[in-house]
């Protein structure tokens, strides 16, 4: 099972932008379907965005719809997270997996890595 690290992370103030990115730590022929989750203090982990392996349209979580912008780069196996207009909500640790897909929605196929703090604060 591939294994991904994220990066990226750090200290924002609203308004401003990072960029994550996952990046695989296991050689990995092609970036399966991925996904971005997200966990707040006190919160259960969250769905972000996900991007599958092919030509489909990316999905988002509303709360971050037209802020943030899922992609990858299939040359070097990477996946990124641009975020745009952060708020102090967005405060969490990011994780990326694997995703699969359901008629219920996207779902985690993967394990968890350590994540990468992102913290929104003026």
């Known amino acids: 099972q591939a294994k991904f690290v994220e990066s990226g992370g750090g200290l924002v103030q609203p308004g401003g932008s990072l960029r994550l990115s996952c990046e695989a730590s296991?050689?990995?022929?092609?970036?399966?379907?991925m996904g971005w989750y997200r966990q707040a203090p006190g919160k259960q982990r969250e769905l972000v965005a996900t991007?599958?392996?092919?030509?489909?349209?990316?999905y988002y979580v509303d709360s971050v719809k037209g802020r943030f912008t899922i992609s990858r780069d299939n040359a070097k196996n990477i996946m990124y997270l641009q975020m745009n207009s952060l708020k102090f909500e967005d405060t969490a640790v990011y994780y990326c997996?694997?995703?699969?897909?359901?008629?219920?929605?996207?779902?985690?196929?993967?394990?968890w890595g350590q994540g990468t703090q992102v913290t929104v604060s003026s």
């Open positions: 991007l599958d392996s092919g030509y489909g349209d990316p």
């Open positions: 296991t050689i990995v022929f092609r970036l399966p379907d």
């Open positions: 997996t694997t995703v699969g897909f359901s008629a219920n929605g996207p779902f985690a196929t993967g394990s």
